[in-house]
C-alpha cells in the first residue's frame, strides 16, 4: 500500500467533471479543428456580421473543405463521423454564433438527411456530394406563417397534374431559404376538400430554387441570429415533375424524423454559446476590480459563476449520453425532447446570468454575451418549442397527450 498521498487534480473551470477526457481520438481532433477554425475565421468578424446582418456564403465551402456540411451521413461525399463528433462541432460552432451552427445544422440535418434517408439514387447522386462540398446550398420548407406547431394544419398543397406537381402556398422562418439552391418542401398532396386533415398525405419534395414559380423573400429587421439568413419560401403555381418527390416516406413521419436530426445538434450547440458567456463573465470577474479587490472574490459572483458551471456540466453530461445512445441506434425522440428542453433552456439563463457580471458592458458587441443571449431567444423557440418539447415529454411520463 503506498504511504504517499496522490497529488490532488486541479479542475479545469470550463470542464469541472474532465468530461472531454472521455472523448476519442478523432472526436478530439474535430473539436480541437472546429474550434481552430471558428476561432481564425469567424470570431474575429462575428460581431461585425451581426451588427450588419450578414451571413458570407463562402463559408458554405469552407465548412464543406473541413468536412463538416453532412458530417454524420454515410456516403456521397459525406465524413460519416460519429454523433458525440458531429454534436461536438456544433458545439464549437455555436461558441461562434448560433447562426452558424443553424447553417450547418440546416444544411446537414434538415436538407441532405432526407435526401440520404427518402430520396431517390437520383436525388442522393445530384445533390448529396455538392451539398457535401459547399457548392450547393440546402434549406427546408415546413413551417409556414400560421402553422409552427402545428404543422399538420399545412396550407401549401401539391396538386398532381399528368407527369408535374403544382406546387401553391408559402413556407415562413426557413434558415438559408435566400441564398439556398434546393429546397427540401413538405405539402400536403391532393388534398381532399372538406376531409379533417392528419397528415397522412403530406409529402416531401427537393426542388432546386431556379424553378419557375419559387421565389423568396428575406425576413428583415431581426433582433436575433442577425449573421443568419431567413426567409420566407413563395410557391404560385409551382410545377415540379413527379420524381421530385421523396420516395421513400410518407405522411408527419418524415418532416419529424428530420427535426429530431436537427434538434439533437441543438442539444450540444446550446451549450457553446453558454460556454462562451461562462467563459467571458469568468475572466472578466477576475479582473474587473471594486472596493479594492475582483468581483470574482464576492460571495454573490462566485455564486453566480457556480451555478453556471453546474448547469454547463449537466448539459453536458445529458449531451453526452444522448450522442452515445444516438451511436448505438437507441435515441428516442424523445430523448431529444428532453435534451433541448433543458439544454437550451439552461444556455439562455446562463448567457443572462453572464451579463449581469459585466454589467452595462454585457450589452455590447464588445462581448460575445448580448449577441449569444438574443440568437439563443430564437434557439429557445425554433425547431420545437420549449413548450411543445414539455408536452412531448409530459406524453411519455405519464402515457397521456396533452397537445389539444
Known amino acids: ?96 454564433d448560433s447562426g452558424l451552427r443553424s447553417f450547418v445544422s440546416v444544411q446537414g440535418s434538415l436538407a441532405m438527411f432526407p435526401i440520404r434517408a427518402y430520396g431517390s439514387d437520383e436525388q442522393k447522386a445530384t445533390w448529396l456530394p455538392r451539398m457535401a462540398r459547399g457548392e450547393a446550398i440546402g434549406c427546408f420548407g415546413l413551417t409556414e406563417w400560421d402553422f409552427g406547431s402545428d404543422p399538420i394544419g399545412m396550407r401549401t398543397t401539391a396538386l398532381r397534374d399528368v407527369n408535374d406537381y403544382v406546387i401553391n402556398g408559402s413556407k415562413a422562418w426557413i434558415t438559408n431559404g435566400g441564398i439556398a439552391d434546393v429546397a427540401i418542401v413538405w405539402a400536403h398532396v391532393d388534398p381532399q376538400p372538406g376531409t379533417p386533415a392528419t397528415g397522412s398525405d403530406v409529402r416531401g419534395f427537393v426542388i432546386p430554387t431556379a424553378t419557375p414559380g419559387f421565389r423568396t423573400q428575406n425576413i428583415e429587421r431581426k433582433m436575433s441570429l442577425r449573421a443568419s439568413v431567413t426567409s420566407e419560401l413563395i410557391f404560385e403555381d409551382c410545377r415540379v415533375p413527379v420524381d421530385a418527390m421523396l420516395p421513400g416516406v410518407s405522411g408527419m413521419r418524415g418532416p419529424l424524423s428530420c427535426l429530431s436530426e436537427a434538434r439533437y445538434g441543438i442539444v450540444w450547440g446550446a451549450l457553446g454559446a453558454a460556454r462562451a458567456c461562462y467563459e467571458v463573465a469568468l475572466d472578466y470577474a477576475k479582473t474587473r476590480v471594486q472596493w479594492g479587490k475582483p468581483i470574482a472574490a464576492f460571495q454573490l ?104
Open 1 to 96: 500500500m503506498s504511504l504517499t498521498t496522490p497529488r490532488p487534480r486541479v479542475l479545469d473551470p470550463l470542464d469541472l467533471l474532465g468530461l472531454d477526457d472521455e472523448l476519442t481520438g478523432d472526436e478530439r481532433l474535430i473539436r480541437d479543428t472546429v474550434r481552430d477554425f471558428v476561432g481564425k475565421r469567424v470570431l474575429p468578424q462575428i460581431a461585425a456580421w451581426f451588427e450588419a446582418g450578414t451571413f458570407h456564403k463562402e463559408l458554405a465551402l469552407e465548412l464543406g473543405e473541413l468536412g463538416l456540411l453532412g458530417m454524420h451521413l454515410e456516403g456521397y461525399g459525406c465524413a460519416g463521423a460519429s454523433a458525440t463528433a458531429y454534436g461536438l462541432a456544433c458545439r464549437e460552432l455555436e461558441a461562434a
Open 301 to 404: 459572483t462566485q455564486n453566480k459563476l457556480v451555478d453556471m458551471a453546474l448547469e454547463l456540466q449537466k448539459g453536458q453530461l445529458l449531451a453526452s449520453k444522448l450522442g452515445r445512445l444516438k451511436d448505438a441506434g437507441e435515441l428516442l425522440p424523445q430523448h431529444v425532447s428532453l435534451g433541448k428542453l433543458n439544454n437550451v433552456r439552461e444556455a439562455l439563463a446562463i448567457c443572462r446570468e453572464a451579463r449581469t457580471i459585466l454589467g452595462a458592458s454585457g450589452i455590447t458587441l464588445e462581448y460575445p454575451i448580448v449577441r449569444h443571449m438574443n440568437n439563443l431567444e430564437s434557439v429557445l423557440t425554433y425547431e420545437g418549442t420549449s413548450e411543445i418539447h414539455t408536452l412531448i415529454v409530459g406524453q411519455a411520463i405519464t402515457g397521456h397527450a396533452a397537445f389539444t
